[in-house]
């Protein structure tokens, strides 16, 4: 058996044994064992969000369990203590791990450069527990400025200073500046009271953008209340104070609230008690071979942040950065699976990456994005929307539908203050209980069109040659009159049928008529002359080759087929109907309305004052079954039964 051990469940450490498990899932000889002190993984780049009262906490972190249910990687909840490199084990709090192959994931930490106080006393952000107690103190800072009588000590409450302008502290920084005015006017504080500061020693603000983009966040920053502070050093923290250290040396101390530190980080502790084995660099890194092998080491991969590697024809090292531990994880794993399985190459770590994106709020962002050999800018709108779109792929991967249904809820669908590029648009602000008499009335008029059908006949009597022929012929005979297909045109077509009583003149408008894609034709008319026309006048068809073939050649190629299909739709129309004015199963039943409804508009065409019924399915699609519902019930009993069956849980097909 060889085991291969990851220690750390970031970025890197999961994707690395995620991809591992999938490539070696037939080789029973390999154990995959994942180590980190918590059993959950935490997206880091998203704490701010939780910090800043955005996004509920659960929306940051994601089981371990489920990440790798079904899988063969044994998740251990334990802290690394020390590492044996020559007899291959690592010894935890709660045992020791022998291993054939170590990767080295644990991410880093604060730096604090040894300013005095800063680990003390400054607010970190480095972690889910850094966002949760500083979500908490930030609540408690404004209750507690609410009932402060002494102004001077109410400002010093209200001062904030968020130390560091990389990426962590920009957004930290937004959010707050965002989060200020909600807090202010919940506990009715004068947000004028309330001061805000990014101190940083360097020049300009997240150095690795564009000195353009830079320029663009610092000028943000102060639109939304951050005062920037740059070539400024911070030379002391106290608990109500907080010490700048200019370009002059001179150093002067300003009342401080609180003290958000971001300004560097470091390689975890383990990493740093592998020190002495391992060949190290800048804030301790381990030095790799191509192959992302500790130096010296040949069963010792490092993966993520603790990289310190340059690749070639490039003159600095891989940066600490999400996509770095994306394409780490990867070639770690092909490299494994080729030592493991003696198959393949080892291949050279060559990343390419991508740009950059930095938000500054939940409604602002920059970002340099392309090739290697071409990065342009994105407008604000489209950088926040890369951003998302770039989350949900990675989740994408890690956790499959589940969490990425948990990423737009938290995101979009119910987010508060508008606080999303989107604002508010998709928030759900309508309480579901009015949607009840809608989807009642939906369920009723489903039964009334299926009790119909069977008065007339739909039962026993093959009856779809003349449904369908009869609205073929409809359309055709508007659309002959009006000219050829393709154009506009507004004209009287008329239509003679020979009866006892003498002639019966149809008149209709052809409105539009246009094929698009090659293939589909799209079709409005009016039975009416267009002046007298009402909206129960209008027929909307969609001509879908494939539909028409299916039609012809499959459900009208028998009087038998015609019966089964015809007591088919009778069924589904009942069914469907009783179930929505049930509210069981709606979503399911929604979907089947909406499928319904595109057969109808894809066969006999569809009059306009019948669309409400597509509206109205859209409407109670989601979750429009819980409210005086049997969903209240049902749902809960089913998703707690369905999640604990296997392959649903390894392939992440429920959703919490």
Avoid at 274 to 297: I, P, S
């Amino acid at each position: 058996m060889k085991n291969i051990v990851i220690v750390g469940a970031g970025y890197a450490g999961v994707l690395t044994a995620k991809k591992l498990a999938k490539r070696l899932k037939k080789q029973e000889d390999v154990q995959i064992t994942i180590i980190d002190k918590n059993p959950f993984h935490t997206m880091y780049t998203e704490l701010h969000e939780v910090a800043a009262h955005r996004v509920d906490e659960v929306s940051i972190k994601i089981s371990l369990e489920r990440i790798f249910a079904g899988r063969n990687v044994r998740v251990v909840l334990d802290s690394v203590l020390s590492i044996d490199f020559e007899n291959r084990v690592l010894a935890g709090k709660a045992g020791a791990y022998p291993y054939d192959y170590l990767v080295l994931a644990t991410g880093s930490k604060p730096a604090f450069f040894g300013v005095p106080g800063a680990e003390e006393i400054s607010y970190t952000l480095w972690s889910y527990d850094d966002a949760v107690v500083l979500r908490e103190h930030l609540l408690r800072v404004f209750r507690r400025a609410a009932r402060e009588a002494d102004p001077a000590e109410r400002r010093r409450l209200l001062t904030f200073y968020v130390v560091g302008a990389g990426f962590t502290g920009v957004e930290m920084a937004g959010e707050l500046a965002e989060l200020a005015p909600l807090l202010c006017e919940k506990f009715e504080i004068d947000a004028g009271e309330v001061s805000m500061f990014e101190v940083d020693v360097l020049d300009r603000i997240v150095p690795i953008l564009p000195e353009k983009l830079s320029d663009k966040v610092a000028r943000r920053l102060a639109k939304m209340g951050v005062r920037v502070r740059l070539e400024t050093g911070v030379a002391g923290i106290g608990k109500d104070y907080i010490e700048l250290k200019g370009e002059d040396g001179r150093v002067e101390r300003f009342p401080a609230g609180t003290v958000i530190w971001t300004a560097g980080i470091e390689s975890s502790d383990i990493v740093s008690e592998a020190a002495e084995a391992l060949q190290t660099a800048r804030r301790g890194r381990v030095v790799t071979d191509k192959y992302l092998r500790a130096a010296g080491h040949a069963d010792v991969f490092v993966a993520g942040d603790n990289i310190m590697y340059v690749p070639k024809g490039e003159q600095n090292p891989v940066p600490q950065m999400v996509e770095n531990c994306e394409q780490s994880a990867e070639l770690i794993a092909h490299n494994l699976v080729s030592l493991v399985t003696g198959r393949g190459e080892l291949r050279e770590y060559n990343p390419k990456f991508h740009g950059v994106m930095v938000s500054v709020g939940g409604r602002y962002g920059v970002a340099q994005v392309g090739t290697p050999n071409h990065m342009f800018s994105l407008p604000s709108f489209l950088a926040m929307f890369v951003k998302h779109f770039i989350n949900v792929v990675y989740f994408v991967q890690v956790l499959g539908w589940n969490k990425v249904f948990s990423y737009l809820k938290h995101e979009f669908f119910t987010i508060r203050d508008c606080r999303s590029f989107l604002g508010g648009h998709f928030s759900n602000r309508t309480p579901s209980f009015l949607l009840v008499p809608l989807r009642v009335w939906l369920g009723v008029c489903w039964v009334f069109e299926g009790a119909m059908k069977i008065v007339e006949g739909w039962m026993d009597t093959p009856m779809l040659t003349g449904f369908f022929g009869g609205a073929n012929q409809f359309f055709n005979q508007i659309l002959s009159a009006a000219g050829a297909r393709n154009a506009v045109a507004v004209v009287d077509a008329v239509a003679s049928a020979t009866a006892a009583a003498g002639e019966a003149v149809l008149t209709g408008v052809a409105v539009f008529s246009y094929r698009i894609l090659g293939f589909l034709d799209v079709t409005l008319v009016s039975a009416s002359d267009l002046t007298h026309a009402t909206i129960s006048d209008y027929a909307f068809k969609i001509d879908f080759p494939l539909v028409n073939w299916f039609v012809n050649h499959v459900i009208l190629s028998s009087d038998g087929m015609q019966v089964f299909m015809q007591i088919c739709v009778v069924a589904a129309e009942i069914l469907i109907g009783l179930a929505l004015i049930g509210g069981l199963f709606t979503f399911l039943t929604s979907g089947a309305s909406l499928v319904l409804q595109v057969m109808f508009v894809m066969t006999t065409g569809l009059y306009l004052n019948t669309f409400w019924m597509v509206f109205a399915a859209i409407a109670v699609l989601i979750g429009g079954g819980r409210t005086i519902g049997l969903d209240y019930y049902v749902m809960p009993w089913l998703k707690k039964r369905w999640k604990n069956v296997r392959f649903v849980r390894k392939w992440y097909l429920y959703n919490d």
